[in-house]
């Protein structure tokens, strides 16, 4: 009698306990999704879009352009709040890349909170044909305060083919930086 | 001073002597042994009761061995003290009588027959200890000439000796049937029944000797209850394998791994939401199936008549066997 109400119970806890997942696709680089939410391409995104940290750590952020046609060369400048944050180290991404390295530089004015980040491609065969989507760079962000720090890209940001011409960014996604105090 | 000393010696002897000779009397008066007085009445007849009262002692005497008083020496010994024992069936009089009649043991007794039902209760008093050592009381519906076997019972109790067999099996059958006469057994059956497939489907039925349908309201279950199990174990597996793929997702910067990933959850996701779906379908059909099944086993149970039959054919089959097994030893002897 006592195993009988022991499995019952069991049997109600365990069915009682089902759920479904939460469903959820937060990957900024989820093109399927960034359609379905009303994001324009091609884009400009950080990925991961959103981190939690703590003050003092470092986070490695990269700068993903997304669905973008023949991209040859671009212009990132990014805009952060230099009271919060500091940029330990800027790297070159992977979507330009090929046979050979691409052009890659940077320049970052610590008293305005302005980095600036150019990058080109040199041989023919990178030519993209084709929608891609990759990083264009990668920086290391070093969080100083606790709060919410937004980092995002500016008007001043371009992307061009191989024949010059401005490529169209029809979203450019700030990335979210939490920051909590250490203990 | 001699002569005195010599007068006082023998009047000592004188009390001494008449002392011994109290004490021989007294004791040669005590033994009387066991004092049966005749049953008490209450709505039977006095012929029967009188039958009845005949076969209890002869019972004690007979088939026990017990030495008890006569009857006739009972009933001189209470006319001169004008006392009827046909009417003494409670612990007091017993006592009282049993001290009139200087008996060292007394049985009272009574059979009271109450609407339909034959109340029996004897009592076993010793005079001495002024107590009563052993009571008997049963109480039975059924017909009156079950009082013969119950009345040879009750003599068996009351001098802590073993029911012959056949008195035994007499004596179930009459109880068994005076519960089923009464209704008590239909209730408790149905209750049982009902009780126990409420707990395990299919038990019920089993319990009335319905294993065919018990079995298969036990196998439909269980094969039900492994359908929900397994749909179950579809679910816990497609929410781990959710949050493994998103997990993969979310960490994933390649634009076909984010595409293959978010394919994996959806279909992983909709796996869980069927699953769920499919177990509450069966546990719902489970749920129904095990309350017809318990309303089954409310119907199934036998009726009072049904239930008779079966003691009787119960009973009868029980002595054919004895019968059978008395022929063989008969046989082998």
Redesign the interface.
């Known amino acids: 009698?006592q195993s009988?109400k022991f499995l019952t119970s069991f049997l109600l806890l365990?069915?009682g306990c089902?759920?479904?997942?939460v469903?959820?696709?937060?990957?900024p680089?989820?093109?399927?999704?960034s359609k379905l939410i009303g994001v324009s391409l091609p884009a400009l995104v950080f990925?991961?879009d959103s981190v939690s940290i703590k003050t003092g750590e470092t986070i490695s952020l990269?700068v993903?352009a997304m669905e973008v046609n023949e991209l040859s060369g671009a212009h990132i400048q990014i805009n952060y709040e230099r009271q919060k944050i500091n940029i330990s180290s800027v790297i070159s991404g992977e979507l330009l890349k090929s046979t050979t390295e691409p052009f890659f530089n940077y320049n970052n004015d610590t008293l305005a909170g302005i980095l600036d980040i150019y990058t080109t491609s040199y041989v023919l065969d990178s030519l993209q044909t084709g929608s891609k989507?990759?990083?264009l760079a990668n920086i290391e962000i070093r969080a100083n305060v606790p709060g919410k720090i937004i980092i995002q890209y500016t008007d001043s940001t371009e992307f061009v083919d191989q024949n010059d011409n401005p490529i169209i960014i029809k979203s450019k996604l700030p990335g979210v930086i939490d920051v909590s105090k250490s203990q | 001073m001699n002569k005195i000393e010599h007068i006082e010696g023998n009047l000592n002897l004188f009390h001494k002597s008449i002392l011994l000779i109290a004490f021989v009397l007294l004791s040669s008066i005590k033994s009387q042994g066991l004092a049966v007085l005749d049953i008490a009445p209450l709505d039977i007849s006095d012929e029967k009761i009188l039958t009845l009262s005949e076969q209890f002692r002869e019972v004690i005497s007979t088939k026990i061995g017990r030495e008890i008083m006569s009857a006739e020496s009972v009933q001189k010994i209470l006319e001169d003290d004008q006392v009827n024992n046909r009417w003494c069936a409670e612990e007091w009089c017993g006592k009282e009588i049993g001290g009139l009649l200087k008996a060292e043991e007394t049985i009272v007794s009574s059979i009271w027959k109450d609407d339909k039902i034959y109340r029996i209760k004897g009592l076993l008093i010793n005079i001495e200890s002024d107590s009563v050592t052993i009571s008997h009381e049963f109480d039975f519906a059924g017909e009156e000439e079950s009082l013969f076997n119950e009345v040879e019972y009750m003599a068996h109790v009351l001098l802590s000796t073993s029911q012959p067999p056949e008195i035994q099996r007499q004596h179930e059958y009459i109880d068994e049937k005076s519960l089923a006469l009464q209704g008590i057994t239909e209730k408790r059956m149905r209750l049982k029944a009902t009780l126990l497939s409420t707990?395990?489907p299919g038990l019920g039925q089993y319990y009335l000797k319905n294993k065919l349908t018990g079995g298969a309201w036990l196998s439909t279950q269980l094969i039900l209850g492994s359908f929900?199990l397994s749909e179950?174990l579809t679910?816990r597996d497609s929410?781990d394998d959710?949050?493994r793929y998103?997990d993969l997702?979310?960490t994933?910067?390649d634009?076909n791994d984010?595409?293959n990933y978010?394919n994996e959850?959806i279909k992983?996701?909709d796996l869980?939401?069927s699953s769920?779906k499919d177990?509450k379908k069966i546990?719902n059909i489970i749920s129904s199936l095990w309350i017809l099944n318990i309303l089954h086993a409310y119907l199934i149970s036998p009726s009072t008549d049904e239930i008779l039959n079966d003691i009787s054919i119960r009973f009868s089959h029980h002595h054919i066997k004895n019968e059978f097994q008395l022929r063989l030893i008969l046989a082998i002897n």
């Open positions: 009698m009988i365990l069915f089902e759920k479904l997942p469903k959820s696709f937060d990957n680089l989820d093109v399927v999704e990925f991961p990269g993903y989507t990759g990083s | 707990v395990v929900a179950y679910w929410y959710y949050y998103e997702y979310l994933s910067t634009v984010i595409d978010r959850m992983t996701y869980a939401k769920i177990r546990t």
